[in-house]
């Protein structure tokens, strides 16, 4: 007795999967994915090394740690999530037929951005007005114990911050190109691969801005 054929709807399920897959192989994806993987190793390389010293020091790491203005860091933090939330409501609002207010969710992605590099920025002239930076005309000045291990800590917080920052700064230009591609009437199809990938780089730098939390904030304030 002859085996009846399986139903239609698993053909078509398993093309449809099948095209996702491949779409996550093809531009910008493949990119995407060198680049998130060079990324991650450089950071995972960074806090590693950042962990590895905090251990040898930790009372003046945690010290300096406790300088940093918990106001900034929390407005800093806020605006870095609105900018992931605001990215995942266009990227809903863009599957729908038609787009429902896309560009109203990329605008507020984008001036969430341009805040969270404001408050970033004013956080670096803050730290050069306390002498925490130790460049031009005002030496390094910290009045906790041992200046010379919280250098290392000062040093280490400003190579990987400005690092995040460079890469917020990177994929808002992105985002600003994608708003722009809605007015020129994009093809659907490319519009939500360059929307699902922003969304999986922003994803990826929320991640590190939260490991930065905890190394750059929390930990002072835990071991004080």
């Known amino acids: 007795m002859l085996r009846k054929p399986p139903p239609p709807v698993r053909t078509v399920i398993i093309t449809h999967q099948s095209k996702v897959i491949e779409r996550h192989f093809q531009p910008p994806f493949l990119g995407l994915w060198a680049a998130l993987l060079g990324l991650f190793l450089v950071f995972a390389a960074l806090f590693l090394t950042f962990a590895l010293t905090f251990d040898r020091f930790q009372a003046s790491f945690a010290s300096a740690a406790g300088t940093r203005s918990g106001v900034l860091v929390a407005v800093n933090g806020g605006l870095m999530l609105a900018t992931g939330l605001a990215l995942a409501r266009a990227i809903v609002a863009e599957r729908r037929s038609p787009p429902n207010r896309l560009s109203g969710y990329l605008g507020i992605a984008l001036l969430s951005l341009v805040g969270f590099l404001g408050t970033r920025l004013y956080g670096y002239y803050q730290a050069y007005q306390a002498g925490l930076v130790g460049l031009g005309d005002r030496p390094f000045t910290f009045s906790g114990p041992s200046p010379h291990e919280a250098l290392l800590f000062f040093n280490f917080y400003f190579v990987i911050s400005a690092l995040h920052a460079l890469l917020v700064l990177l994929g808002g230009l992105v985002l600003a190109a994608i708003l722009l591609g809605t007015t020129l009437r994009q093809t659907p199809l490319r519009l939500e691969a360059w ?30």
């Open 195 to 224: 929307l699902t990938a922003s969304g999986v780089y922003f994803g990826f730098l929320i991640l590190v801005w939260l490991v930065s939390f905890f190394a750059f904030y929390l930990s002072g304030h835990f071991l004080n």
